[in-house]
């Protein structure tokens, strides 16, 4: 079989990570040396950039340049939530044919790798030869085929120092905090805020993610509980919890308006309000039942920096580069598309594969926190689940041993 | 003279820093070699632990536990908000007495400095020989006599990381991206949002600080000059803007009620409220006047993630502890009281110098982000307060230079 040649074009797609740029940079290092491949495109903002044929040429960085870039969060080809139509479709196999381009490589969630598919199996029928590849991406871990997705490394260890940090806080005034963690569908960064747990009264001391029915009554029992033990409580929540109907929580608790996204569902992130909601009925309740006369009771929501802090996990990002020259590798080999998924060969020492699978296998479909990470009560993670994510998030910040009430002496 | 025999205590009042255990350290360490000083305890919970008499023995730890206790976010000695009155003053002397207390450090901000000073008063009416020191700690950086405080470095570091991510988030899509920072009377903490920035078109485009009055109508045509700019804006806001008579933004544009803190101040923490109605205001504005169809735009509210955040400034970490050692040197030199502040000897090389003041020049006061350090327009900082800012956050996470977009080409 005779090599292909012809162009590539790498884009991004969907909510930025703090390593998605080491992914695209994984693909380029891929190609770089390939002869077939004559040039290597970034498409500008995602697809918007093969439709407006709005392309910058790779092949004219420096080694040096692409290393920086592979180090710094977000990405430097922009990126868009454009999902395109039929019609959309069309007009980029039209580009791709305008320019020769037979490599395409676009790293995105379930939505992006569900439009690759679609726009594969458009060629096919028109008999273009493609080299069609998803490079997975998603700080929410939800990516089918998966053991864990590039992005959620970083993500989740943000979230674990966050935690790590203010369970500190807390414990300083005692009280209740309440960190309302990304995550609609699945409690993968939720369950992270376990992370960065070292001592035996270390919070969060109970952790609710979207996979179990979030009953608010429970809740506030499960709080008063811990709050009786420590005199303290430290909480991680998903923003996509919801009641056993399926309603948001968010919108059951809401007063005011929400506002829905493009797709129609309701926006859970860039609002304070769950926080508010939940810590209100904390305060509610234990105030009213007499337990605490006036509650300190704090709820933050930690928004945006979840996936843009700059302190990426180190492991991330190499396994990001990893996915990348994986997917590039695999397009050169031969007449092949799919996706490129992280799978575990062992837990201990960690080591992990990178795997070809087909694109239909990951397309569209959302996959969950599976059922022996999260307890049997359903506010917890599980020892199985730290096991699976401490390798993930990279070396902690070193903190000491706080504890030092055990010395306290009624003189 | 003769050396004053008796045993010391130290405690921690008011919020956490991310470095106020190395303060504390500082002092135990500058105390541990004095034979007149026979115990060194710690007070548990600030004042609290003196009230009911609860210390712990620090001249039990060990070297290698101290140095990472200093390593460690919030305060192993816990904290209280708890402001003593005349009644309580009087118990405290009665407890000095009864244990032979003669070493007094209590680190915290301007509220702690007053109360120090009150009981300072009242033990030389009662000519009880003390030694009072005030550990200054805050990260809002509002102590006079300072050049900066122990703890704000790293809550700076942490607000410039932040921005430093979320500006490259914000230029993957284009839109708006506000992010809310503590401070209710002075902008440091806000201003520290610039601190990350690293290329020219590096965002926050805007910065709003409450010793400027903020003006709702010049706010949103602010916003709309930098987004017709740029594409996008990234705006950094203190949470205790007010407007030109004095009340807090927050409350103008809240449509909820808000809950007052234990001083009746409203309670500008812990609510998304003024993040969520100012991207309101800026939709309203730009879609209004037809600038864009459908706005991307995002708030978050940092919260207490600020203080809390386990990754020190190394000056910070370092400078806290020797005004922590400062303290009791001076402590142990003779009939003396105050308060320890960092005076800046040289921006280059960075130089400081850890000075005693009297605590009546720091009880009570408020100092604000000088006139230099903001620009004419009252919407962002001046270089002068970016060569006063850059040493005290260590070093940056090292991010790569992302505009490729100079090599668009329509092909």
Known sequence: ?????????????????????????????????????????????????????????????SVETLNAIAHTPATALGSTRHKPNAEANQKMLEVFKKYNIRYVFGAGGNDTSESLDIINDEAKAQE?????????????????????????????????????????DNKAFG???????????????????????EFKDSGPHLVYVPEKAFDLEKFVVDVEKVYKEHGRCVIAVSEGIEDKNGTPILQLLSTGELEAD???????????????????????????KGIVKKLRARGDTFGYLQRSWPDQSSVDREESLNVGRTAAKEALSGNVDGSIAIQRVSDEPYEVKFVRVPLKAVAGKTRHLPEEFINAEGNNVTDAFMKWG???????????ELDLTKMVEKK
């Open 1 to 61: 079989m005779g090599k292909l040649e012809g162009n590539a074009i790498v884009f991004t797609q969907g909510g930025p990570t703090a390593v998605i740029n080491a992914s695209w940079v994984g693909v380029v290092e891929g190609l770089m040396d390939a002869e077939e491949v004559t040039g290597i495109w970034g498409s500008m903002h995602g697809i918007d950039g093969i439709l407006n044929e709005e392309f910058v040429d790779l092949r004219k960085q």
């Open 128 to 168: 273009y030869e493609l080299r069609m590849f998803h490079v997975s991406k998603t700080v929410d871990c939800d990516l089918m085929e998966n053991d864990h997705t590039p992005g959620y490394g970083s993500a989740a260890r943000y979230v674990a120092s966050a935690f790590r940090g203010v369970d500190l």
């Open 175 to 197: 009280g209740i905090y309440l960190g309302v963690c990304m995550g609609r569908h699945a409690g993968f960064l939720t369950a992270a805020s376990a992370l960065g747990k």
């Open 262 to 288: 493009s797709h129609g569902n309701v926006q859970l992130s860039g609002t304070g309000a769950l926080a508010d909601a939940l810590v209100g009925k904390i305060r509610e309740h234990l105030e009213g």
């Open 390 to 400: 401490l390798p993930l998030i990279g070396e902690q910040v070193k903190i000491g």
